[in-house]
Antibody
């Protein structure tokens, strides 16, 4: 079955850019939407944005000015970039397959914003 | 933005008892409502989509109901592994799918 794995730095300095990659295994990235979702410590879930395998995107309006999501179909990967990070961006970041609902999730990766 | 409000924030239930969790949308989301279970240190797990369809492998003791703005997740007989946080999520209205703030089901 399809599995997702997030990867990237666990520590990012304030004002820098957070970069994460999600690798899709056990299936093709084609024909689905793929999302990034985050969860600050002790808090709820926040959708960040999605990308279709063709490259079309949509972002949470509250983060839109700082977010870029891209896809590399040759590697079966999609990526997240979040610029100008602050401590408020400290969270567990999940990638997930987006069918409106999220039936397949990565295990999540913790990103801490600190100098 | 659609605001999803879950109640109660915490539900104390004894094993074997029934648990009823509520989720209210600030405007109609039709039946485009999902429920997730999250245990500490784990990713959320999809339980219900389409308001009432159980996801693959989800036990029959989990059931969902409702449409429009009012939704319910019922766990008919709580097992030890069911103590967790539960989230609802709408995927009907743009911009952006939105989650409720969660209900923690704890052992009474």
């Amino acid at each position: 079955q399809v599995q997702l794995q997030e990867s990237g730095p666990g520590l990012v300095k304030p004002s820098e850019t957070l970069s994460l990659t999600c690798t899709v295994s056990g299936g093709s990235i084609s024909s689905y939407y793929w999302s990034w979702i985050r969860q600050p410590p002790g808090k709820g879930l926040e959708w960040i944005g999605y990308i279709y395998y063709s490259g079309s995107t949509n972002y949470n309006p509250s983060l839109k000015s700082r977010v870029t999501i891209s896809v590399d179909t040759s590697k079966n990967q999609f990526s997240l970039k979040l610029s100008s990070v602050t401590a408020a961006d400290t969270a567990v970041y999940y990638c997930a397959r987006d069918e409106g609902y999220y039936g397949v999730w990565g295990k999540g990766t913790t990103v801490t914003v600190s100098s | 933005e659609i605001v999803m409000t879950q109640s109660p924030a915490t539900l104390s239930v004894s094993p074997g008892e029934r648990a009823t969790l509520s989720c209210r949308a600030s405007q109609s989301v039709s039946s485009n409502l999902a429920w997730y279970q999250q245990k500490p240190g784990q990713a959320p797990r999809l339980l219900i989509y389409g308001a009432s369809t159980r996801a693959t492998g989800i036990p029959a003791r989990f059931s969902g109901s409702g449409s429009g703005t009012e939704f319910t997740l019922t766990i008919s007989s709580l097992q030890s592994e069911d103590f967790a946080v539960y989230y609802c999520q709408q995927y009907n209205n743009w911009p952006g799918w939105t989650f409720g703030q969660g209900t923690k089901v704890e052992i009474k």
